[in-house]
């Protein structure tokens, strides 16, 4: 039952995600002035989240992604599970020296970084380049399949919501932090830029996922928004190998794969493998999956799956 009056919902959906953008951009920065940006990160994070799942609630997108797919512990398992390898990777790192190496890269006097430039520019920047190696990140994931194994965790959701933003296998999600973040330093891009850039990441993660009425216009012609991403979710590769981008679309404009047809992303969503239910299962299974053989002795027509 729509809670909200038509006129009231039109101007929320219109104002939503930039409002939202915004407003943790902006607690971001004031973190940042108090020394203090990884608490304000986290608060302003999960207020959002709180706002979404409300907005999930009163005007979907579609209602019947609020109907119980029974993946909601997967879905937090596989949010802890990531985040805590990634960081268990990053101690393991330190403790083994490798960052013996790479913090004298990060520091001032090396790299080719302008460190002397306005911050403001320099997080636009360091968005401009770590979204390089995210899109090709994501890219071969979705065209390589030893890759895609991995990658089809998080593409087999039935439905779209905040809390399968960080549906993503441990493997998949460091690849992504590697590239993104590996680019800012091997750059020598300070480490509060990889901090911005990180932030912002988790923000419009959250916002591309949710399962919340929005409107865009020429929004969607620079950054990943919800109505991107839910073209990226469909089953059919002419519309789910498009919109690469994790947070601005530049990349895929370059190199031609921005999509965004004049009619309503489809609501059946998912990929053409089985994926198992259970999350030991699921992390287990891109290691044990086979595909048929591409070119069999005798072929019958069927639908590519989602590697090819």
């Not at 608490?39 to 992604?65: D, K, Q």
């Not at 390089?132 to 039935?158: C, D, E, N, Q």
């Not at 990180?198 to 109505?227: D, K, Q, W």
């Amino acid at each position: 039952m729509q809670t909200i009056p038509a006129n009231l919902r039109i101007f929320l959906s219109w104002v939503t995600w930039p409002f939202l953008m915004v407003s943790c951009i902006a607690a971001t920065a004031y973190g940042f002035s108090i020394d203090r940006p990884a608490l304000v990160f986290t608060i302003a994070y999960f207020i959002m989240a709180a706002i979404l799942l409300v907005l999930e609630r009163v005007m979907p997108h579609e209602r019947e992604w609020n109907e119980n797919d029974g993946q909601t512990f997967a879905n937090i398992a596989h949010t802890l599970v990531t985040k805590g390898t990634v960081q268990t990777c990053i101690v393991f790192a330190s403790v083994i020296g490798i960052t013996n190496y790479i913090t004298p890269i990060a520091e001032p006097g090396h790299g080719i970084w302008p460190r002397d430039w306005p911050m403001w520019i320099q997080i636009f920047m360091g968005i401009v380049a770590a979204e390089f190696g995210l899109y090709w990140g994501h890219h071969i994931a979705h065209k390589w399949r030893p890759m895609w194994r991995f990658h089809a965790v998080h593409h087999s959701v039935t439905r779209l919501w905040i809390v399968n933003t960080g549906r993503f296998h441990f493997i998949d999600s460091f690849k992504s932090v590697v590239l993104g973040l590996g680019i800012l330093t091997l750059l020598g891009a300070p480490l509060e830029v990889m901090s911005w850039v990180s932030a912002i990441t988790a923000y419009c993660g959250i916002l591309t996922h949710c399962n919340v009425e929005m409107r865009f216009g020429f929004l969607s012609c620079l950054f990943n928004t919800p109505e991107l991403h839910r073209w990226h979710h469909s089953k059919d590769l002419r519309e789910g190998d498009k919109n690469f981008g994790e947070n601005i679309m530049l990349w895929d404009w370059v190199f031609g794969t921005w999509f965004n047809e004049d009619r309503r992303p489809p609501v059946n969503i998912g990929i053409k493998e089985k994926m198992p239910d259970g999350f030991v299962q699921q992390l287990v299974w891109p290691f044990v999956h086979r595909y048929p053989p591409k070119v069999a002795a005798h072929p019958t027509p069927n639908v590519p799956d989602a590697a090819e």
